[in-house]
């Protein structure tokens, strides 16, 4: 099969510079090369190039920053991966902020509607207009794949494509009153850093399975940002939270999505390469290039 690697080199979901060089920092690390040794062809075409749009031109909506930015980018994001779907091909969006994933996930649901979301990160992303606090819109891409909310105009293109009852959440250990209320309102499964401690993550990674693809024969799409890990093994990233998951616990998950046959697609979200020393990005750059080569059978 075909992986299609996916640079996205954008931060308009949030304000910390420097993670729309994470794509570049991944594939200098050698993933390509990596993936290739597993077995896989790989497609790369190039870092996507998303024009940019003044500030000026774009002024928050409420309390949302960079509105329109975040808004094109994602909807151009959604017709990349969904085009290397629907062409059978395995889509790697390298981040780039997680606000993109409101893209790789449209694309994904759009050739695959029964697919299943396993979401790994610190927080829940799901607060809507009413319920952010930040306003920026990397905290956000789970509600407006849900219809959540208040319609916004400018995302009007986000079709609210994903069940709640096919999204699953482990290492949440951060999450604002409204999102807690979400989960809540909505029954959305979520397996945070207290669950991992208690169950163990292979307990974990089958509970969260038995959840969203009982029967194991739903296509999976991964998203995982890497502030899931704890801050001590992926340091360079813009929301760190203590007491993440240990470098196997990462990886483990991503073995376990593997060793399903049914990944679809992959998201690798939140390395900055700019917030930290030459060897912690070195570091966090290497975790999640090993991340992305677990999920695809290393
Ligand atoms: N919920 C958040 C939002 O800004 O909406 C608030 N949080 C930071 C905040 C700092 C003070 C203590 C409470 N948490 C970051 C999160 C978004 C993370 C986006 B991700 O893609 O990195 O997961
Ligand atoms: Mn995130
Ligand atoms: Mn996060
Ligand atoms: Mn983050």
Redesign the pocket.
């Known amino acids: 099969k075909t992986i299609a690697v996916v640079g996205c080199p954008f931060s308009g979901?949030?304000p910390k510079l420097g993670v729309d060089k994470g794509p570049i920092h991944l594939v200098e690390a050698g993933l390509i090369t990596r993936l290739e040794e597993l077995g896989w062809r790989v497609l790369f075409d190039g870092h996507h190039q998303f024009e940019e749009i003044s500030a000026a031109s774009d002024p928050p909506i409420g309390k949302l920053q960079n509105p329109r930015h975040v808004s094109r980018v994602c909807e151009s994001v959604a017709e990349v991966v969904g085009a290397h779907v629907r062409n059978g091909q395995l889509p790697v969006t390298l981040g780039g902020?997680?606000?993109l994933?409101m893209g790789t996930i449209s694309g994904t649901l759009s050739s695959y509607p029964d697919a299943c979301v396993i979401w790994v990160?610190?927080?829940?992303?799901i607060?809507t207009a009413e319920t952010?606090?930040?306003?920026?819109i990397?905290?956000?891409?789970v509600s407006f794949l849900l219809g959540l909310g208040e319609k916004i105009p400018e995302y009007a293109w986000v079709k609210p494509l994903l069940r709640p009852e096919r999204l699953v959440y482990i290492g949440l250990r951060?999450?604002?009153a409204g999102?807690k209320r979400i989960l809540r309102e909505n029954n959305i499964k979520a397996f945070s850093m207290h669950e991992v401690d208690k169950y163990g993550i292979g307990r974990v990674v089958d509970m969260a399975l038995d959840h969203v693809n009982p029967n194991r024969d739903l296509p999976i799409h991964l998203s995982f940002?890497v502030?899931a890990l704890d801050p001590s093994v992926a340091p360079s990233?813009?929301?760190p939270?203590r007491g993440g998951l240990t470098f196997r616990e990462g990886h483990y998950i991503c073995e376990a999505i593997h060793e399903t046959g049914l990944l679809v697609a992959l998201d690798l979200?939140?390395v900055n390469p700019s917030l930290a020393d030459p060897e912690s990005v070195r570091q966090t750059v290497a975790v999640g290039c090993s991340l992305v080569c677990s999920a695809l059978g290393e």
């Open positions: 979901g949030q902020d997680h606000s994933a990160d610190a927080h829940a992303d607060n952010t606090s930040s306003g920026n990397h905290g956000m891409p951060d999450l604002d999102e940002d502030d990233t813009g929301t939270v979200m939140e």
